[in-house]
């Protein structure tokens, strides 16, 4: 089992991609193999991101994956977010579930923008997490 947080631009990507890497990041938790980090901040972000006209996602595909979300994640609500090294406030939240899974379990944080964390073996893009996957299913 991993757990890792996945950063809406991932989720973005593998809803307008199926046939990418995010879409296997999200066949992963699809089929058990990926617990997602999330809390309450991270959630309210997919909903809000996944909702925009633009993207054309349509409302039925967005909350299905919302709700397989919530039913299989792991909502850490006491996550810090005192994290300056991460410059963008709004990836903080991503940061904060994974170092506080990081205290008893390896987590990763799965991103497509990964100049935006510092660089740490765990903060992941989507082609390393597919390789990860990959190792652990051997």
């Known amino acids: ?3 890792a947080a996945i950063d ?4 973005v990507s593998a809803l307008l991609h199926f046939n990418s ?9 699809l089929n058990g193999e990926t617990i ?9 972000e997919y909903r809000e991101v ?7 996602i349509s409302a039925e595909l967005a ?13 850490i609500a006491d996550a810090s977010s005192e994290y300056p ?4 406030p709004k990836d903080r939240c991503f940061y904060a579930v994974t170092m506080s899974e990081r205290e008893s379990e390896d987590a990763l944080l799965v991103t497509g923008n990964i100049r935006h964390f510092p660089v740490k073996p765990y903060v992941v893009t989507p082609a390393q997490f597919v390789e990860i996957l990959q190792k652990s299913k051997k």
Do not use: H, Q, W
């Open 1 to 3: 089992m991993i757990y």
């Open 8 to 11: 809406t631009n991932v989720l």
């Open 21 to 29: 890497n995010p879409g296997t990041v999200l066949l992963s938790v």
């Open 36 to 44: 997602p980090l999330v809390n309450d901040e991270i959630l309210a």
């Open 50 to 56: 996944l909702s925009r006209k633009k993207l054309k």
């Open 63 to 75: 909350e299905s994956v919302l709700t397989r979300f919530a039913a299989c994640c792991l909502n």
């Open 85 to 88: 090294e991460v410059t963008d």
